[in-house]
């Protein structure tokens, strides 16, 4: 174990000189409500972390001894006793643009004095045409219809359902079964947990949606280990798609989905020639091929989206998180126009597509797009990342010798750093850096006994090399 002094990371309403914003009076239950509903008792009480149910968390664990942030500027986020902390991951691979970016900042402002709602179900905004169309100044060539959802769980769904409602509309109403890849990660939505392959994600949510099969995954440390950017072995894998086409016939197969790079369970590079062979063989089996762009897009290799920096162009494509900087919740799919304008033109109900949010192209969520999108460009942000490639890879695996690693990927500005796992106890070294490097002022991502790392495309040179150094210093320090 590491051994360091614990800086005090309690947030402020839980220390002596904290004074609640509102009155104890007004958040304590009045003496009827108390008679009434004694579990509002339990719930008001203002110092407690017991209300809020943390998602993908230890929640336990964590309010024993909680990691707070209290504000963001930049590359840092504060914590609530003022120690900054770089942020190696642009939050959860979101923020791409930096935390609190001024222009995006006032955008939302703006926008939410000027039309705080409007929904998009029979009546428009123009913001939300407007960003429509910006975005499709981004997106490959031909994809350029743009479904808003508000997450990259929900463009998940929506890029589903839109490929089972093209398959009908071209009437190949057979054609419904949907395929993913091992060890992919599309939300946690029922749609994303079918076609995602993590097990524990499943697991004990029923039969999942019907009719999905999946790919093998492609990360393969015996073959591939220490690669820098994309592997030489492995294309061959996407061929797997043929033995699922004799098995099912490509008559009942509707899509195919994958992650171009996949993030969340521990930066998986597509072999060189993989994603290629993944797209003739959909196109040989008339299959629709949807990139999940969620971490990829908007500039985290370099291109605007995975397509550009790969050549290979999907037929949907799901985006979301740095979308509009992750400051309003906001995803979308771009669809080609072929799908779109086949579900226009054969649908036999006015309303072609049975599908939408409360919050689809939410005015604020589409202000701060814009605003974020001038960013990209103000700040040449996609040209920036691709610059600090090489830089970021050369530092990434100088890690090569530090303590514990068994390997080293990246990609564009994504790195990943494999851990030994401890015998017996799986992941929980890999817990015991994140929690280390934290107190040592740096985020990190980690997943399984894998560190992931995404920093936001304007991070500096010398933070890289912070970056690096804390993690050398960190894993040199463990078990
Ligand atoms: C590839 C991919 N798809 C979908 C999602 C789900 O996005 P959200 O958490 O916004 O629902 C994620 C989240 O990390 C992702 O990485």
Same mark, same amino acid.
């Given at each position: 174990m590491l051994s360091h002094t614990k800086p005090d990371h309690r947030p402020a309403f839980l220390t002596a000189a904290y004074t609640p914003r509102r009155s104890t009076a007004t958040l304590l239950p009045t003496a009827s409500s108390q008679t009434n509903n004694r579990i509002m008792t339990q719930t008001l009480?203002? &110092?407690?972390?017991?209300?809020f149910w943390m998602p993908f968390t230890p929640n336990k664990a964590f309010k024993a001894d909680p990691r707070m942030v209290v504000r963001a500027d930049g590359m840092f986020y504060f914590t609530s006793d003022g120690r900054p902390i770089l942020d190696g991951t642009s939050g959860l691979w979101c923020v791409a643009a930096g935390h609190n970016q001024p222009k995006i900042v006032d955008a939302i402002r703006k926008a939410a004095g000027e039309l705080d709602y409007a929904g998009n179900f029979n009546l428009g905004h123009p913001l939300a045409f407007e960003f429509a169309n910006r975005l499709t100044g981004l997106t490959?060539?031909?994809?350029?219809r743009i479904f808003f959802s508000n997450s990259g769980s929900e463009s998940v769904e929506s890029a589903l359902k839109i490929a089972l409602a093209y398959q009908r509309a071209r009437g190949r109403p057979n054609k419904y079964r949907l395929i993913g890849r091992e060890?992919?990660?599309?939300?946690? &939505?029922f749609g994303g947990i079918s076609v995602g392959g993590i097990g524990r994600n499943r697991l004990g949510f029923g039969p999942m949606v019907g009719g999905v099969d999946h790919l093998p995954h492609t990360h393969d440390i015996a073959r591939n280990a220490f690669t820098r950017g994309q592997p030489e072995h492995g294309a061959e894998l996407a061929d797997a798609l043929e033995r699922l086409v004799l098995l099912h016939d490509a008559s009942t197969i509707a899509a195919v989905i994958v992650e171009p790079v996949a993030g969340s369970t521990g930066v998986l590079v597509p072999p060189k020639g993989y994603l290629q062979r993944l797209r003739e063989l959909c196109t040989k089996h008339d299959i629709l091929l949807i990139f999940d762009e969620v971490i990829t897009g908007f500039g985290r290799l370099g291109a605007p989206f995975a397509s550009h920096y790969f050549d290979v162009s999907p037929d949907l494509i799901t985006m979301a998180k740095a979308i509009n900087n992750a400051t309003v919740p906001m995803g979308a799919v771009a669809a080609s126009r072929e799908v779109h304008d086949t579900l226009l033109a054969n649908s036999e109900t006015p309303i072609e597509l049975f599908h939408g949010y409360t919050?689809?192209?939410?005015p604020l969520a589409c202000a701060a797009g814009l605003a974020t999108l001038d960013v990209f460009k103000e700040q040449r942000l996609f040209e920036r990342a691709a610059e600090l490639a090489p830089y970021w890879e050369n530092a990434l695996h100088s890690l090569r010798d530090a303590r514990h690693v068994i390997d080293i990927r990246n990609l564009g500005l994504i790195g990943g750093i494999e851990l030994e796992p401890r015998t017996g106890k799986p992941t929980l070294r890999a817990l015991e850096a994140f929690r280390a490097c934290f107190d040592k002022g740096l985020l990190i991502r980690v997943t399984g006994d894998i560190i992931a790392l995404s920093p936001p495309l304007i991070i500096e040179k010398s933070q890289i090399d912070q970056i690096v150094d804390t993690i050398r210093g960190v894993l040199n320090g463990l078990d």
């Open positions: 009480r203002p &110092n407690s972390l017991d209300a490959p060539d031909g994809l350029d060890r992919a990660y599309h939300g946690v &939505n919050m689809t192209g939410h």
